[in-house]
């Protein structure tokens, strides 16, 4: 028994913890959650808690053993939101076979294996997620257009708002779990919400997303309200992303950086970039992996449907930001595609992967787009090289389907599972008559 | 007089210099100088340091001191002052220009004394500090390098003039390490001044790793250390500041000791130990180390952590970190995957000889230095979790304190420590001479003489030198048994009563460390196999220490040790096999491999244990050719009276053979084709003796010659020369009657030898079956078993089938006979090669009836990405793939006449028919599968069709087939990654082209 898990056990004896939750995450990105009594805790940290794996989605078994899930001593925090005394605390845990070997099935496990690759050449990676989503008036009823909770707009301050209340309640709350905020504000669309999340290592910030997921829908259960971090709830206003700023370190150097390059912008950073673009269109059914997650891409704005880079170029897929003279250490590049309702464990993973696929193979890094890609014509994005995302799931997934590099990177177990699933998803969602078409059809037809 | 160039020392001796020292002439012999030269290690080396000391001290005026007549009076007599003087001269060039330079310093030499760790401290850092306060005339390194030096000094005549080396070794090693301690603390003064006032906000200690820390450090060597930084006010906000500062000191305090000035240099100091090794930050707070050896670190890192000391800088600071880091070092055989790290440190440590220079390095390598310290940390980090009395970083002490516990036995550690000693000596002697870092045995006969006359050999010293040295090394090149094994047979034989024993619980604690699953078992076997005064019981004694390393370099040490004991329960009388494990090198270290690592091998051995006597033989895992067998197999049968007792004799021949191929892909021998190729030639020659036995027996009981004539063909994998351990052999038997025979006689005859055939071989024995599978001949299961040559070709021209003509794409006569073989083929060239190809119809049918089977034929559950056969990007994908190539252009293209799958899909590429990648990719995967399911049947010792799905299984098939220990989860992945490629290329090749 080491330290840290000795400090879990004695907070828990203090604190009057009645259960303990172990986190984990299915393929798709939903958390999961077995609670235990303290008492079994000590056998938990010592071998695992055993569950059968085959009914959660992605779990289907590698290896004909129980699974067990693992939990990670450093990831302890008591739960705020289950009152006092008595207590809950979670941890995240890592799927293991009984060996003690990882499992494959395990979305951290697929995470921690593309950090390992990054740190074999010498990189650590760190992300900055800005998690967009929206507040919606209860009771909400699916397949119902929900309510928004309020009518404001971008950065604005609603007296009284509910939003201002809301994203107190959660900060306070995020911040008792230990989980920094940056920044947060009312978003462009009604009812939208932004939160930043701190830097941190991608380990870390995945495991942040998901908590931060939970805590939102908590403290919005709480305030009678309802939360949703759905791509695009609403066809005529913006969806939710989650821009993610990315950089590499070595050592305590930021690899991205170069005094005096364009944009201060290192090798290391340009191929970064080329690599996140060249392998852009293959990712997105991680980074995109909702059939509604193309109806934000596609639907214009600031959503970024076209492989292409720029510096503070709104409508391009990657993004540099501006720099600030003096903070070489917060050089990064910022990828505008990604959505709030993705799994942020394999997506960082695609993501990471790209982008040292870059460097490793020394990709050159195409000219940056310098204008609002939503206002030139297809000749001239054909003319400029820039191409398109996928339109749809269902292109996502073909173009998934022959890529090494997700493959590798997801391993084969979980690189399977997910093209079933989605492909299965999309056969549904075919299956539909939406609501478009009655309106349009039924009339005229 | 032991010098190597007398004349020269003649003129040496009468150099001036010297005057006074050499005569009165009476002096010199008897008890004078050159008598005294004669004893030191180079006498022609220590006479002519000494004429240059003379000199430079006649040449230097020491604060006005008479220092010449002084050294003079000294070594004009006998005694200590002259011995060390000469032997210091005589052992090193180094020192002897030091004392050239600094000539007043013989008195460091003459007046050595012992002296304690702060004594060495106390007059480091003062000479240092002086040159700091007072702004002497030496820059503080150089200072630094004086003041080290003149301690050195001391140190190497007290070990030059030890009364026996080996055992001075200690307190020299211990010695040199308080020297370098006392060097760190006196660079710590020189940085503390570097780095200004901010210095006094930080509190810094250097921990000292490796052997600095374990007190038993060499001449010359890297120093180990590991830098701590506190801010002085306790204060968390000031934290960042002092690691800043203890930044600054740690990397004035390296240059302080490793920079070169007019006064040479000490040693490189070597931070790499530090949490994240080169990339991590140079300092740390105690805290911060904490939380990295609790979440990050390794296995190897705590046994590093083993010699953890604080050697400089805050007393207090480096208490708290080890009060805070050594609960975790013990801990450690705890953590997860501690077994699995321990056997790789293992292998790491075998393996790491480079080589060019293997044999002569002292430290590297199986028996080296490094391989002992290696060993017995490993021991403390197993047993020191629950006995205290292991805690010394110290490898000779911990070598004691093992041996006093009952963890080494006793004779063992005995030697060991003599050998450490003697290695280790050899070492400081050859680092001595230059003061250089070297850990070979120099090759020079000059550097070999003065070695050997170091160590006190006079008579032939540099042969003397080499032959003690490869002696103990022999001796230490047994360490693993020594250390890991030897104690668990003593401990389980209950031999000598005398010698502390290792307790059942630790013998547990050890097997499971070593990777038993089931230690009590393993103590079980151990206990049996040792039990009684038995020639074998004794012959195994001395064995078992070795196999049990062997068992347990695979992955089921277990099952090794188990049917170990079981073949020698059946055969442990025998006398050739006693001997043969004994005699012969490497049949036992080849039994162990192959017991613990295939099943297969070990049920065949059980069954027959008389096969093992192939494996004490040199030449005896080369497979036999196909007729080898066959006359092996026909003598055996004609010695025979009946049939079933003519088919069991080649049944015994088929089995030591199967062990024969299984053994030599085990230990890497043969290839896939390789095997391929032998078990095809194998399962023909079985089928030919079967067939030679049932026409007997037909014959006999017709009372006449059978009338007709009959041939097997081999038909899928057999026909294909791809056979693997569990493959079911397809065929199909044709017979043509002789001349003037019924038509409807040979056909009862030919049915009656089919018949019997097929009974002979199906009858239940102690070996693998070999089922024979005539399911794909002319109308299936419903169609008559034997057809006449005519009644092929009629069916053939009136039905042919597509199925049935892809299926005679791999038709190839194994036995019976051969001009009906030949015959038979040019019957079917015409139906597997059509002119012009198949038709287009075909081509559909085939390419449908491919699909339906993908999702029909593939047994209920069976996971299609997993299946070797049937699964997506499995044999049967690529096979298909490549036959319907050749039914589309084999009559145009010769390479495709083939009934090789390789060799068709190596054809089709070349031909332009399939892209050359699509190619590769496909003989790639189709390559794994088929290793993959020989591997499988080896490690679980029947037919498996999938990956398995158990972890124990895939890291036993992973090792097989020669992927490193605890890879075995990733081999799905490599599997998967492979098939699932072959499967794009297959859609594309198959069913898209056009």
């Known amino acids: 028994m080491d330290r840290q898990q000795e400090f879990v056990l004695r907070t828990i004896e203090e ?114 997620p800005e998690v967009e989503f929206f507040l919606f008036e209860q009771p909400m009823r699916p397949g119902e257009s929900p309510t928004p909770v309020d009518q404001a707009g971008y950065f604005d301050h609603v007296p009284h708002g509910m939003g201002h209340d809301f994203r107190r309640a959660a900060i306070a709350m995020l911040e008792s779990m230990g989980i920094s905020v940056e920044f947060s504000h009312h978003e462009m669309a009604p009812g939208q919400n932004e939160i930043d999340l701190r830097y941190a290592d991608g380990l870390s910030t995945a495991d942040n997303i998901m908590t931060f997921r939970t805590v939102i829908k908590e403290v919005a259960l709480e305030q009678g309200v309802f939360a949703s971090f759905m791509p695009k709830p609403f066809s005529d206003h913006p969806g939710s992303g989650m821009h993610t700023h990315l950089s590499l370190f070595e050592g305590d150097r930021n690899a991205f950086h170069e005094a005096g390059a364009p944009y201060q912008l290192s090798q290391v950073g340009r191929q970064f970039i ?46 540099v930001p501006m720099y600030k003279p003096n903070k070489g250490q917060s050089t990064r590049v910022e990828v505008r595609s990604l959505d709030s309702a993705c799994n942020p464990y394999l997506a960082f993973a695609v993501m990471l992967a790209a982008g040292l696929k870059g460097i490793e193979e020394g990709y050159e890094l195409p000219d940056e787009a310098e204008d609002d890609v939503w206002t030139l014509t297809d000749a001239e994005r054909l003319a400029m090289g820039i191409e398109p995302l996928p339109s749809t799931l269902i292109n996502a997934v073909t173009l998934m389907e022959r890529s090494d590099l997700v493959a590798e990177t997801l391993g084969e177990h979980v690189f399977d599972f997910f093209l079933r699933n989605k492909r299965a998803e999309w056969a549904d969602y075919k299956g539909q008559v939406t609501p478009f078409e009655l309106e349009r059809y039924l009339p005229r037809l | 007089m032991g010098f190597a160039e007398p004349d020269r020392a003649d003129t040496l001796l009468d150099d001036p210099a010297l005057a006074g020292l050499t005569d009165p002439l009476d002096d010199v012999f008897g008890d004078g100088l050159p008598d005294a030269l004669s004893q030191v290690a180079d006498p022609d080396l220590a006479l002519l340091g000494l004429v240059r000391l003379m000199e430079s001290l006649g040449k230097t005026d020491i604060d006005g001191e008479d220092h010449a007549g002084q050294l003079i009076a000294a070594l004009r007599h006998a005694g200590r002052a002259r011995d060390r003087l000469l032997a210091v001269l005589g052992a090193s060039s180094a020192l002897g220009d030091h004392l050239v330079t600094h000539p007043g310093h013989w008195r460091c030499v003459t007046e050595a004394t012992r002296q304690s760790a702060e004594q060495r401290r106390d007059d480091v850092v003062s000479a240092v500090t002086a040159s700091l306060t007072s702004a002497g005339t030496r820059p503080a390194y150089d200072a630094l390098r004086v003041a080290y030096r003149s301690n050195l000094l001391g140190i190497a005549a007290l070990d030059l003039t030890a009364q026996t080396a080996v055992d001075e070794l200690p307190l020299t090693a211990a010695a040199l390490a308080d020297l370098a301690a006392a060097a760190l603390e006196a660079a710590l003064v020189i940085a503390r001044d570097e780095v200004g006032q901010g210095a006094d906000d930080c509190r810094f200690a250097v921990i000292g790793m490796g052997k600095c820390g374990g007190l038993e450090l060499n001449y010359v060597s890297d120093v180990d250390v590991i830098f701590v930084a506190e801010p002085t006010s306790g204060d968390v906000a000031d934290e960042a500041a002092a690691i800043t500062v203890g930044a600054q000191l740690a990397t004035a305090l390296m240059r302080a000791c490793s920079a070169a000035t007019a006064e040479g240099t000490l040693w490189p100091v070597d931070a790499a130990l530090r949490p994240e090794g080169k990339n991590g930050p140079l300092v740390r707070t105690v805290a911060s180390h904490l939380q990295y050896y609790q979440r990050w670190a390794k296995t190897w890192e705590f046994q590093a952590l083993l010699k953890a ?52 390095q002292l430290k590297l390598g199986p028996g080296g230095l490094r391989d002992v310290e290696f060993s017995v940390q490993l021991l403390q980090l197993v047993h020191g979790r629950s006995d205290l009395t292991l805690r010394s970083g110290t490898t000779l002490e911990a070598l004691a304190a093992l041996s006093n516990g009952g963890y080494v036995a006793r004779e063992d550690a005995a030697v060991l420590d003599d050998s450490y000693r003697l290695l280790r000596t050899l070492e400081h002697r050859i680092q001595l001479f230059r003061l250089r870092r070297t850990h070979l045995m120099p090759s020079a006969e000059p550097d070999l003489r003065r070695l050997g006359r170091a160590i006190g050999h006079h008579r032939d010293p540099a042969r003397a030198v080499v032959a003690q040295w490869q002696q103990q090394a022999r001796e230490v090149r047994r360490i693993h048994e020594r250390l890991f094994y030897r104690p668990l047979l003593i401990s389980a034989a209950k031999l000598s009563s005398a010698e502390a024993r290792l307790t059942p619980e630790a013998a547990r604690e050890r097997l499971a460390a070593l990777g038993f699953r089931d230690p009590a078992g393993a103590m079980r076997h151990l206990e049996a196999l040792t039990d009684g005064l038995s020639r074998r019981a004794a012959i195994q004694r001395t064995l078992l220490p070795v196999m049990l390393g062997w068992f347990a370099d695979e992955a089921d040490p277990d099952a090794g040790l188990l049917a170990f004991r079981r073949i020698s329960d059946s055969l442990g009388t025998s006398h050739w096999y006693l001997k043969m494990l004994r005699d012969e090198g490497s049949a036992a270290e080849r039994l162990a491999h192959v017991l613990a690592r295939s099943r297969y091998a070990a049920d065949l051995l059980i069954r027959a244990p008389e096969s093992v006597a192939m494996i004490g033989d040199a030449g005896g895992l080369t497979p036999r050719s196909r007729e080898a067998l066959l006359a092996t197999m026909t003598a055996a049968i004609r010695r025979k009276n009946t049939a079933d007792d003519a088919m069991t004799a080649v049944r015994v021949v088929r089995r030591q053979e199967l062990f024969r191929i299984a053994v030599a892909d085990l230990t890497g021998q043969l290839d896939r084709a390789g095997i391929a190729a032998a078990l095809t030639d194998l399962t023909a020659a079985t089928l030919q003796s079967a067939l030679d036995i049932a026409t007997r027996r037909v014959e006999a009981e017709a009372g006449g010659p059978l009338g007709t004539r009959l041939l097997v063909v081999g038909m899928g994998s057999l026909g294909g020369g791809e056979i693997g351990y569990g493959s079911d052999a397809d065929v199909m038997f044709v017979h043509r009657a002789d001349d003037g025979v019924d038509e409807t006689d040979a056909q009862k005859q030919a049915t009656l030898v089919v018949q019997e055939v097929r009974r002979l071989l199906g009858v239940a024995g102690p070996d693998p079956q070999l089922v024979i599978d005539p399911d794909l001949r002319p109308e299936g299961k419903t169609g008559p078993m034997v057809r006449s040559l005519a009644g092929y070709a009629a069916y053939y021209e009136r039905w042919s089938l597509t199925w ?13 006979d051969a001009d009906l073989g030949r015959a038979f083929c040019d019957l079917i060239n015409p139906i597997r090669w059509p002119q012009g190809g198949v038709s287009a119809h075909a081509v559909r049918e085939i390419r449908t009836l491919k699909a339906r089977m993908e999702s029909e034929r593939l047994p209920r559950g069976a996971d299609p990405k997993t299946h070797f056969k049937l699964g997506l990007g499995g044999l049967s994908d690529v096979e298909w793939t490549v ?33 050359p990648a699509d190619v590769e990719t496909m003989a790639q995967a189709w390559a794994f599968a088929s290793t993959l399911r020989n591997a499988s049947v080896l490690w679980r010792g029947r037919p498996v069709d999938a990956l398995p799905s158990d972890m124990k299984d895939a890291d036993g098939i992973g090792r097989i087939v020669g992927r490193g220990a605890g890879q075995g989860a990733e081999l799905a992945e490599v599997y998967r990654r492979l098939a699932r490629r072959a499967r794009t290329a297959v859609n594309s090749s198959f069913y898209e082209s056009p």
């Not at chain 1, 995470?111 to 650590?124: C, I, M, N, P």
């Not at chain 1, 997105?284 to 109806?295: C, E, G, L, P, R």
């Not at chain 1, 492989?307 to 391009?316: K, Y």
């Not at chain 2, 090789?900 to 028919?913: P, Q």
Request: aromatic share 8%; proline share 5%; glycine share 10%.
């Open chain 1, 15 to 128: 604190r009057d913890i009645r259960f303990v939750r172990l986190w984990f995450t299915d393929v798709l990105g939903q958390l999961k959650s077995v609670a235990i009594a303290p008492a079994e805790l000590e056998g938990a940290f010592a071998e695992g808690i055993g569950f059968d794996g085959s009914a959660i989605e992605g779990f289907a078994r590698v290896y004909e053993a129980d699974m067990l899930v693992k939990p990670d001593p450093g990831t302890f925090q008591v739960l705020p939101w289950r009152g006092e005394n008595p207590g809950t605390a979670r941890m995240f845990g890592d799927i293991v076979l009984p060996d003690g070997s990882p499992s494959f099935a395990d979305s951290r496990y697929v995470l921690k294996r593309a950090l390992a690759k990054a740190a074999d050449l010498g990189f650590t990676f760190y992300t900055h």
């Open chain 1, 274 to 319: 080329a690599g996140l673009l060249h392998h852009g269109a293959e990712i997105s059914a991680i980074t995109n992996q909702w059939v509604n997650s193309y109806k934000r891409l596609w639907g214009g704005g600031e959503a970024p449907a076209h492989v292409c880079w720029g510096h503070n170029n709104r409508s391009a897929m990657v993004r």
């Open chain 2, 309 to 360: 000391r604080t050697v400089a800088g805050d007393v207090g600071l480096g208490r708290a970190y080890l009060d805070a880091i050594s609960p975790l070092v013990w801990q450690a055989a705890s953590r997860d995957h501690f077994v699995e790290d321990v056997q790789a440190m293992r292998r790491r440590v075998e393996e790491n000889v480079p080589a060019g220079e293997s044999a002569r």
């Open chain 2, 804 to 816: 049935e003509a892809q299926a005679l794409l791999r038709a190839a006569p194994v036995a019976g």
């Open chain 2, 883 to 915: 036959q319907l190539v050749q039914l589309r252009h084999g009559y145009e293209i010769e390479g495709l006449r083939t009934t090789g799958t390789i060799a068709a899909l190596a054809a089709a590429g070349e031909a332009g028919l399939i892209p």
